[in-house]
């Protein structure tokens, strides 16, 4: 059970660089999309989590904005 939630707190915050946003999309240089929502998939022992819904986070008003793209 400890590693399950060790496992959850380590995948809450995955960041994508801005270079792998989609096409239409251009991000400001203190704004990076954040996984705001993700699901299980596969049986028991062999699960994934994907992302089920994106949020753009803005660090503009951040004193270290590198350390809030990388989601700490």
Same mark, same amino acid.
């Given at each position: 059970?400890?590693?399950?939630?060790?496992?959850?707190?380590?995948? *809450?915050?995955?960041?994508?660089?801005?270079?792998?946003?989609?096409?239409?999309?251009?991000?400001?240089?203190?704004?990076?999309?954040?996984?705001?929502?993700?699901?299980?998939?596969?049986?028991?022992?062999?699960?994934?989590?994907?992302? *089920?819904?994106?949020?753009?986070?803005?660090?503009?008003?951040?004193?270290?904005?590198?350390?809030?793209?990388?989601?700490?």
């Amino acid at each position: 059970m400890k590693i399950l939630i060790l496992l959850l707190m380590t995948i *809450v915050v995955v960041v994508v660089p801005s270079s792998t946003v989609g096409q239409n999309e251009k991000l400001k240089p203190s704004e990076v999309k954040v996984c705001a929502r993700w699901m299980w998939t596969g049986d028991v022992f062999d699960r994934k989590v994907y992302c *089920v819904e994106w949020v753009i986070k803005d660090c503009s008003n951040r004193l270290y904005v590198d350390i809030c793209k990388h989601g700490n």
